[in-house]
């Protein structure tokens, strides 16, 4: 098998025949005005490539596109021209920079600068040249929490929109050499057909780099390494209406530079996340702890080398940072992380104060497989927690992955008010085979987590379980048959623990189809076992306007039984814009949850409106109102102005009520107020 692993039939980076399109750079060292028009003479000279295919089809598409690129010393051009027969259909709403273009016709570019087939950047544009930038490292998982500073602009004319793209060498791994080869993908999504097209497709991984095209031709040996500098310094003051007035004004800075152009680095001092929105809230039925995206900028870089089928590493345990350090980047076939945090971690609502390092290697083998390493380890003033991990992802062909993972932790820490100290070993194991090939995608595993497994800075919602699990899908796409999309989803667990006990057995069948006129169905059924209860939901659902995302409107209805209590559900959900400049979401969930045998029915309901108002490109005001039946609700009104350039002002203003009755209830209220400044 090991030959099958270092000889990967998914040559195609590497055989000069391979059929994946190729396209050549154009070099210049003429400067470039980021305008929309293409009216450079280099764009005239540049090689212009097209033929993408339609994924539905696996033919060219019938709105083509066409893609150039060119480059200096200091920056890669891209420009892109998407056809349209149609220009008064076009969809473009969103503003925002980094927000996701669900509602708009987009294009994404993909770049895998070191030509590494197992990570990429992505740069998207929307007509109106709306900006999002986000990363994908080799455990295959997409974060659009990776920022960077590049400049676009999208214009839109009679027959087609245009945008074109200035990327800083500065702003991702890249190796200094010349005749270098990168890999490269195109991706576009035209609303008004629901068409998505690739100018490199392939029916297995469709947005993976291992089957990308190429970007030839680019000599970069004498490239203009910048280290990138940015230093960021703020003020900010927050002031909390608890019946009583508090006032705390701190400051801080982060800074972030290249040491090498395939390695960057940043520092931060006191951070303050005082602007970031707060959390989606919800109601939903659960028996294991939440999990929660990252949204603050100083753990944005490099986290997509930190995604483990088992997450070992959690950054939303770090809840209060006096200063840290990280570092991230490729040396030689190998890319890394490392992180070195002091402050406060919080774990099982226990808070510890201590100096916390992680370290995450990922090591190439092959065309497209790989090793990975971690390491973390927290040392507080009572206690530590360390956790050695090792991981594999293999590729045995085009259509057959293989991962694996192992991990041990040894924690020694006393625990809170009447819970025992943990001073004790314990492991992780996992093992999985998938195959994916349109239209079937299935996975067959086995899991073995200890009963104490929970380091403290991991996410490891289950413990004590071992056991097998399989998850088949098959979902087919047409433009000609009565279905655009059509979606059957099964999957079945079954875990004892450590006594040989049913700990978990769990029996999930899901389906979807969305019809050529734009109306879906849904429905599904859960059977599931956890110890001691038998939990079952069935649910069924329909949705108008499916590929108009604001105009859509979901509507589905469930009922089952949780840990003993039956319940009927309601979920609405309906996205509009009455003004091209507020896009509103709205979403509404309530459940009747029945009269049990010394227990009153109960009726939870959560409304939920989240809203944007763009006064400009460059002033904004996010909201986001929710309130339930229990006597919470949680407002939030962030104010953003980039009132010159790199120079931002943040109001902001919460307010949180807890308590069930209204005579006692627990508000929370805080006015913030953050500037900060960006020198490069």
Not at 111 to 130: E, M, Q, V
Not at 215 to 231: C, H, I, K, P, Y
Not at 384 to 406: E, P
Not at 577 to 595: A, H, K, L, S, V
Request: charged share 25%; hydrophobic share 35%.
């Amino acid at each position: 098998m090991f030959w099958m692993i270092l000889g990967t039939t998914a040559q195609a980076h590497d055989d000069p025949g391979a059929r994946v399109p190729s396209l050549r750079a154009f070099h210049t060292d003429m400067p470039i005005t980021v305008d929309g028009v293409l009216d450079e003479s280099f764009w005239q000279q540049a090689q212009v490539s097209s033929q993408f295919i339609d994924m539905r089809t696996g033919k060219p598409a019938d709105q083509q596109t066409t893609v150039r690129v060119a480059y200096t010393k200091t920056h890669i051009y891209i420009a892109v021209e998407c056809f349209d027969d149609h220009m008064d259909e076009i969809h473009a709403s969103e503003l925002r920079e980094d927000r996701s273009f669900k509602g708009d016709d987009w294009v994404e570019v993909h770049l895998d600068p070191t030509h590494s087939h197992r990570a990429k950047y992505a740069f998207f544009s929307n007509p109106l040249g709306t900006r999002v930038d986000a990363s994908e490292g080799p455990s295959g998982q997409f974060s659009t929490a990776w920022s960077a500073e590049w400049e676009l602009k999208a214009r839109m004319y009679d027959d087609r929109w245009v945008f074109e793209m200035s990327l800083p060498l500065g702003i991702m791994n890249y190796k200094q050499a010349d005749n270098q080869t990168w890999g490269i993908n195109f991706t576009r999504k035209l609303i008004s057909t629901d068409t998505t097209s690739f100018w490199s497709y392939n029916d297995s991984d469709t947005y993976k780099p291992r089957f990308f095209g190429h970007v030839t031709g680019l000599d970069l040996a004498d490239s203009q390494f910048d280290r990138n500098m940015e230093v960021t310094p703020y003020v900010s003051s927050r002031v909390d209406y608890n019946g009583e007035t508090h006032q705390d004004i701190q400051t801080g800075a982060d800074v972030s530079f290249r040491l090498t152009p395939s390695v960057i680095t940043a520092w931060t001092l006191n951070p303050d996340f005082g602007q970031v929105e707060s959390d989606a809230d919800t109601i939903e039925l659960r028996d294991t702890e939440r999990f929660l995206p990252e949204k603050r900028l100083f753990f944005r870089e490099g986290d997509e080398l930190l995604q483990m089928t088992n997450r070992l590493y959690y950054s939303r345990r770090f809840t209060d940072i006096d200063a840290g350090t990280k570092a991230s980047g490729e040396w030689g076939n190998n890319k890394f992380s490392f992180l070195n945090l002091y402050g406060d971690t919080t774990h099982n609502n226990i808070t510890r104060e201590g100096n916390s390092s992680v370290f995450r290697v990922l090591q190439g083998v092959g065309q497209n497989s790989n090793l990975g390493y971690f390491l973390s380890a927290s040392e507080f003033e009572q206690g530590h927690s360390r956790t050695l991990g090792h991981d594999g992802s293999f590729y045995l062909g085009d259509d057959w992955h293989y991962r694996y993972q192992v991990a041990v932790s040894d924690d020694q820490l006393p625990g809170g008010l009447d819970t025992a100290a943990k001073d004790r070993a314990d492991y992780l194991g996992h093992t999985s085979l998938n195959y994916e090939k349109y239209p079937w995608d299935i996975v067959v595993g086995y899991d073995g987590i200890s009963k104490d497994f929970n380091p403290v800075l991991g996410f490891i919602p289950r413990r004590n379980i071992f056991g097998p699990y399989v998850t088949t899908g098959y979902g087919l796409r047409s433009s000609t048959e009565w279905y655009k999309n059509f979606r059957v989803y099964s999957s079945t667990r079954y875990y004892e623990d450590d006594q040989h006990e049913t700990a978990l057995r769990d029996y999930n069948f899901r389906t979807s189809v969305e019809l050529q006129n734009d109306v879906g169905f849904f429905g599904g059924y859960e059977d599931e076992f956890h110890a001691p209860y038998d939990n079952t939901r069935t649910d069924l659902g329909v949705s108008l306007f499916e590929s108009d995302y604001w105009r859509s409107l979901n509507v589905g209805w469930a009922f089952g039984t949780f840990e003993e209590v039956d319940y009927d559900e309601l979920i609405f959900g309906k996205r509009f814009q009455p003004m091209e400049r507020w896009p509103i979401r709205y979403e509404f969930t309530i459940r009747f949850e029945e009269e049990q045998p010394g227990r009153d029915s109960d009726t939870l309901w959560l409304n939920r409106v989240v809203f944007d108002y763009f006064f400009t490109e460059d002033m904004w005001l996010k909201s986001s109102i929710q309130h339930r039946s229990t006597n919470v609700h949680n407002i939030s009104l962030i104010y953003g102005w980039e009132f010159r350039k790199d120079a931002k002002w943040y109001l902001v203003y919460n307010n949180l009520r807890e308590g069930e009755t209204a005579a006692h209830p627990d508000v929370a209220q805080s006015l913030f107020t953050k500037i900060s400044f960006t020198f490069r």
